[in-house]
């Protein structure tokens, strides 16, 4: 599990310039047994009306297409 957190946050660590631009960040939480990817968004992220977008098309389609393993990414509060 950890060799895939790892790659996690190197995909995530792609995204960050974009993220931090506008003020906010992710957080990796968690990784599931089923590859489920739970994550957190910071900042102006975690209140933006456009974060549920960022978290599809954006940090969700760039992890699974990073890591195809993964089966699905949720945002968490």
């Known amino acids: 599990?950890?060799?895939i957190e790892e790659k996690i946050e190197i995909a995530l660590n792609g995204m960050r310039p974009f993220l931090q631009a506008d003020g906010g960040d992710v957080q990796l939480?968690?990784?599931t047994a089923e590859l489920?990817?739970?994550l957190r968004l910071l900042g102006n992220c975690s209140s933006c009306s456009m974060s549920h977008i960022t978290m599809?098309?954006?940090i969700e389609?760039?992890?699974k297409a990073a890591i195809p393993q993964i089966r699905s990414v949720?945002?968490?509060v």
Do not use: F, I, K, Q
């Open 56 to 58: 599809r098309a954006g």
């Open 29 to 31: 939480v968690e990784v």
């Open 61 to 63: 389609s760039g992890l």
């Open 36 to 38: 489920d990817v739970r």
């Open 1 to 3: 599990m950890e060799n």
């Open 74 to 76: 949720e945002a968490v």
